[in-house]
């Protein structure tokens, strides 16, 4: 393994969870040996567990995690790790503090992310307003959680902030949809001065063909690196037999980071093994949540597969930069 070239621009994270990459193994994300790291059975209430959040908190780390249930509502769930590996969910799930009633409490939540910007923590999810927007929600201690304004107009699903102010304002990618399953998706940016109003609506990335020719959409938070901002996506084929969700990766400019400066041609991991294939919605692998560890330029990817249980995949950061580059079709 080559040295880290010290490309990610944030905190050592020494007890990443990691494995190393099988020595039979050719590809530049793989999967960790012992998945799925979540059953959809996690809980007592639980018909499926996955699309979910994880991010360092307090030497060890919390999760944000969408809990269908089995009436076949989806809630989302807190749940802690001491290792990013085996974690304990709350069977209970959030209960969101709302002082605008017209908004909250919503009938179901799902697809959460969980991002840290200036010492606060904010939960992102698909949200109902008549039919899906984004809502937010910010806390400290993973207890309580404030909701603020839903961020867009319904149709939205897929809000994805920015670990820091870009330009001194808050930032967000999104996938504008429908009220169903959407046979479309661009990913696209939008600020906002106060996490309330967004605007200044730029577009990021547009469907091509192949794995993202129907639809695509963000992922886990953008890392910084020095190279720019990695943005892990999914993006969506139509096959015979309906969708088929892969995920692949793009770096994106620091400064207007609506502007794409590498993307990947080929996927970087698409459903191949059987806890992809085979669930309540077949052939998913949809990321939502990424780690990183400065240090040693590791990652550990988070993400649902066929929308049932949760897996992890792991790559280094240099190594999958370097592929994005040499693969790119922007």
Known sequence: MSEARNT???PDLPNIPWEDRPKDCRNVVWRYSKNPIIPRDAIPTSNSIF???AIPYEGGFMGVFRCDDNTRLCHLHTGTSANGIDWEINPDPISFDCAEKEIGPSPYGYDPRVCRIDGQ???TWCNDYFGPTIGVARTQDFKSFEQLENTFLPYNRNGVLFPRKINGEFAMLSR????????????FYSVSPDMCYWGKHRMVMRTRGGWQGIKIGPGPIPIETTEGWLMIYHGVLMSCNGFVYSMGAALLDIDQPWKVLYRTNPYLLSPQVD????????NVVFPCAALADAATGRLAIYYGAADTVVGLAFTQIDELID????????
């Open 176 to 187: 504008p949809s429908d009220r169903g399953h959407t046979p479309f998706g661009d990913i």
């Open 121 to 123: 923590y904010y939960v």
């Open 323 to 330: 592929f994005v580059k040499a693969n790119s079709e922007v």
């Open 275 to 282: 806890y992809e294939c085979v669930g309540d919605t077949p």
């Open 8 to 10: 990610i621009i944030g």
């Open 51 to 53: 699309n979910s959040a």
